[in-house]
């Protein structure tokens, strides 16, 4: 509209920044795309008006304080005003010098209100001719003067950003022997002089953009181990570098390692998963870069420790001799690794140790006394900055814990002591137990290497109290290789919380569960001082998860009690029958669920009690009457409401061992013979494959007899079947029209009777019990089935009062 572009005209010709910023953000009316028939942009129109001085002073203000919203983004993706020519040729900025406006360049070029640094980064050699040539061609010289200063000030600000905005992505190498840099010639101490100025200079800007990247700088050189470049700028800004605070990624324990319920995961962003801290310069050299990130899916944590057990327990010392070793190894094999690689990282030095080293140790030089946290290298699980302080002489681990101040001055905070006390312990034992709590199990070999494991008990309880206590699975693992270890083991905890346990005991009650069975497995003594039990302790867990394994660990003990006990009845000639009856109704001594929660796989598997399910069914069996074996295998055959386990599991349970071996065998004979064909082996390879498995004609032979016997009987079987037996009703029913598609399976298929009975007249007197009833439920099963049907289809009456009478008559005999 008319009046729009009056307003818009007026707005540029007083140069008025709030009302063109007001129709850019307020009136929708674009003015950084307006251009004249010239193809002056916004600030070639500017530069005409006496006010540009006002605009510029303004606008640039509002670009240097970043926090606030911009009045006019002249540096807009696709509308950089500063870049941009008009028809004529020009920049901006040299109408500006052909007005003779030598006010408004100083202001549009000045640092320190202006755009000098958002100049800096936009214009280009060319454009930068431009302007020289029209401040030439002026020959004004204070405008020369103006230029001058702005092209002293861009030499710095470029050599500031090419050092220190970019040096996340260069190498110290790459800035320090690049010939055409600042810092490669005898002028390297001057040119870092020099740039330490310029921060000094413009530290006090509203953008902050100096001093914030210099201190990032500064802590990027120091925690990377850039010697060469920290010593260039340490001796250029001492105080500089010794004042900064050092921002950096703290490496402590956060408990991801210990039992994964325990485990709490942090929201990504929250203040508790932020690992950033502040520390001075001799600190920051210590932690150093390298970030480590929080571990954020617990289920992997399980693998990792189920790997840590698989090391101790089973994997030869002269092939895997340490956890690095295994963890290295066991890393190519796991899809999601990042917690492996994460304890590999905690187990190995950083790639840049040496350069931090150099200076740590270049600062220690210029202190007259220095007084370096202990604590710090164990904290942050730094092995080799306790290497330098021992190899330094500024740590005496030999000498007592108690005149040491940093550990005085830490004693609040270290779990291991009781009630604070450093008791006489030496420096060494006491770092030890510091280990174990900042989990860092580098450290601790390092400080076991000359005289072995501290075999000190220190505030009630050793170090294997204590690693078990903090859930150390790896430091566990390690302390059983060594010879300390049946020392530890053997030596019973006066702590008060724990008094009279062992470390199994200790794991057990603070609920890490894959510490105690390291330590089970590991043949640790199960029993403490008053003869309590590693679930004796879990019971007493606020967890539910250790209470729920407490009582399975307890299942094998009642598992077996209830074996002896039945047992007992059958060797004991008065027992009555309804007693036997009782006791097994109530007992676990035939419940395959309880079987398989204590490790039994199969019911002729010889397991952790050192007999089978299969052999106590069968001396049961062998020495009780007919008809109350009959009632045992019918509740095994049946799988009752008293047997928890899924169906799946249960058949799976009747499974020998020796037909799983088949069926294995069948597998890989198949898959080789899958290969031959497709030609990925030839036959000589394939003998060589096979030579151990049965022949074919074996396994063929072995898979006909199991067809044959899986047979399930038809009607007709089950007719006779009733016939002989002198079931009369049954062989009446069984023949009517509803049931001549009826099948039952062949009770001797199942490895029920075969274990329990030899065969004999014992063993068909027992099926054919078992047969009739699960005849009798198939009948009541298709009636059921059948009387649905009628009722749907609209059937006659006699159909249904047939199929009622038959139901009903089913479902009357008794089951034995």
Known sequence: SVFRDLVVAKAIEFASSQALSWLQHDCDVDVLSMRDDSGNNLLHQIAKSTNATRFIREVGRSNCIESEKLMLDLMAIGNNLHHELNNGGELWIQSLITRGDSKALDAALSPHHGFAWNLCDILSPDRIQLLEKSVHESEDVLMRCIFDSFLSFRALYQQFNLYFRYFGFCTEDQILDNQNAAFWSDDANQSAKSLVRFCRDWCQHPSKKVVDLYHSCATEIVVRGSFRLFKLFYEADEDGFRRHVYNVKSKEDRGEYIQSELYELKDEGSKECDMNIEVDIFNACIIGRSELPPIRDKSWITVYQRSILQHATECDPQDCSS??????????????????????????????????????????????????????????????????????????????????????????????????????????????????????????????????????????????????????????????????????????????????????????????????????????????????????????SPHQYVLDWAEKKGTPKILEADVKKILELLSDHASAVDDIKHFIEHSTCFVVNTWMECDYTTFDAAGPLGYSFGDVLHQCCSSLDVEIVAWICLRLFFRGSHDLCTYYSYMKFWVSEKQKQRDKDISLRNCYDKILEEGKINNEMYDELTKDLPSARELEQEQERARKSKETLTQNDLVNFATDQGHDFLSSELRKKWFKNLKCNEPLTYSILSSALNKGERLEVVRAKILRVNALLEVVKISRKELRQILARGGRVTDVQEILSIHSAATLPPML
């Open 323 to 540: 956890l690095y070793e295994h963890l290295v190894k066991d890393v190519a094999d796991k899809k999601h690794y990042s917690i492996f690689l994460k304890r590999i990282a905690l187990l190995e030095d950083d790639e840049n140790v040496e350069g931090r080293q150099q200076i740590l140790d270049y600062l220690i030089h210029k202190e007259e006394s220095v007084e370096l946290d202990v604590l710090q290298p164990l904290k942050h699980r730094q092995c080799w900055a306790l290497l330098f302080m021992i190899e330094k002489r500024l740590l005496q681990v030999d000498t007592l814990a108690r005149r040491n101040l940093q550990l005085i001055k830490a004693s609040p905070d270290l779990l291991f002591l009781q009630d604070s006390r450093l008791e006489e312990m030496t420096v060494k034992c006491c770092l030890c137990f510091a280990a174990v709590q900042y989990d860092d199990l580098q450290s601790l070999e390092f400080l076991c290497q000359s005289s072995g494991i501290p075999v000190v008990v220190v505030g009630g309880w050793n170090l294997l109290h204590f690693a078990a206590y903090m859930g150390r699975i790896e430091i566990i693992a390690w302390i059983s290789s060594q010879p300390a270890w049946e020392l530890l083991v053997a030596q019973v905890c006066v702590r008060k919380e724990f008094q009279n346990a062992f470390p199994v005991h200790i794991a057990a009650i603070r609920g890490h569960l894959q510490a105690c069975d390291l330590m089970i497995e590991l043949k640790v003594p199960l029993e403490d001082s008053t003869g309590r039990l590693p679930e004796d302790y879990a019971k007493a």
